[in-house]
């Protein structure tokens, strides 16, 4: 093979050989294979730890999320709807109706626990045995519930206001369920995220349905 010499003029052609095109690549852009492979490798890991800050996994143990969710299932975690700075959600935070992920506010626990968001900071909550739940002295509509509640909380009657930075959360499976009724209310910084779709196993394979509460204003962003 022979390229034009460089010069002016075409008019003398030289030989090109293996050695000078590897000096070219060398001087004039080429990456070697190892170098290519390299960086492959570290945008693939960027990539994947972006993802993981993201997006998560988590294994449902237990029954306290009956009918909702079933033990042994398996799900996607949004953690970027819950991002905040101080008490600014840019992109939301947490709403009444959510199926959140939090660390374990009981000592010794381990595992994440799974509830759904009743009540946020300035709501008034109440729970009735054998009635439901009440906010804003508003009966609550719960058709995703397996019974209703069988103790009233608190339990010295009335309601209770949720404080700022904490959320009242109960598990769909109310009479069966480590929540709020039992250790109070959650620290908003102990959320991991929301439930938003459920992968596995392959027959509940979809999106997590949110429900409406016509009956009470949802609030736009957790103060």
């Known amino acids: 093979m022979v390229v034009p010499a460089p010069s002016e003029s075409p008019r003398y052609l030289l030989p090109v050989t293996d050695a000078d095109i590897v000096v070219a690549e ?29 997006v998560q996994n988590r294994q449902v143990l237990g029954h306290s999320m009956d009918p909702t969710l079933a033990d042994q299932e398996r799900l996607f975690i949004d953690r970027a709807s819950y991002f905040h700075l101080g008490s600014t959600y840019p992109l939301g935070g947490p709403l009444r109706g959510d199926i959140v992920v939090f660390r374990p506010p009981v000592q010794g626990e381990t595992e994440d626990y799974i509830k759904r968001v009743i009540a946020v900071p300035g709501e008034a909550v109440q729970v009735k045995a054998y009635d439901g739940v009440y906010v804003n002295g508003h009966k609550l509509d719960e058709p995703y519930i397996k019974d209703e509640p ?30 709020s009724h039992v250790w109070g209310f959650l620290e908003t910084d102990r959320v991991v995220g929301k439930a938003w779709l459920s992968y596995w196993p392959s027959d509940l394979l979809g999106f997590l349905p949110h429900p409406t509460y016509a009956n009470v204003a949802q609030p736009p962003v957790v103060p």
Do not use: C
């Open 26 to 54: 060398r001087h004039y852009g080429g990456k070697s294979i190892a170098r290519e492979i390299i960086e492959a490798v570290v945008l693939s890991l960027m990539i994947f730890l972006l993802v993981q800050s993201v």
């Open 150 to 179: 069988d103790y009233n909380w608190p339990e010295t009657g009335g309601a209770e206001v949720v404080p700022p930075g904490h959320l009242f959360v109960l598990g769909d499976n109310r009479r069966n369920s480590s929540d």
